[in-house]
């Protein structure tokens, strides 16, 4: 299965290569060899934003590994019905991660996030925790 990566899956990966840790990145991936792993064009602009990627050369270091989905008009149409949804419970979660889970559902993937809390607000989308 293709799973996105979420935003502080690359920070953790990058802190614990720094640190030169085997930690919760490294286990993870060890459980999940044969998963395509993918960023999409939110987490891309996220990373942009981290002084480790203040550099375009550090940042496309940190995106490299790592195909990137990019938007699409279904991907607004995800966005739009996720956020009319999670609006009508009380329960909107940020505008990036909005798009990160909209782009998931949009091409069938599910999201790696220690943030489980916001995306498991998300109906049909598929958290998986590391």
Request: proline residues 3%; contains cysteine; hydrophobic residues 45%.
């Amino acid at each position: 299965m293709g799973l996105i990566l979420d935003t502080n899956f690359i920070i953790t990966a990058e802190r614990e290569a720094r640190r030169g840790e085997r930690g919760r990145v490294d286990r993870f991936l060890a459980d999940h060899p044969q998963d395509l792993l993918l960023i999409t064009f939110t987490v891309a602009g996220e990373l942009a934003c981290g002084q480790s990627a203040s550099k375009q050369l550090d940042w496309e270091k940190l995106c490299r590994p790592f195909p990137m989905l990019p938007w699409t008009k279904e991907v607004s149409w995800q966005y739009g019905e996720i956020y009319r949804s999670l609006a009508s419970m009380g329960q909107l979660i940020g505008a990036n991660d909005l798009w990160i889970a909209a782009t998931a559902l949009a091409n069938g993937m599910g999201v790696v996030t220690s943030n489980l809390e916001e995306f498991e607000r998300v109906q049909g989308l598929v958290v998986i925790g590391y």
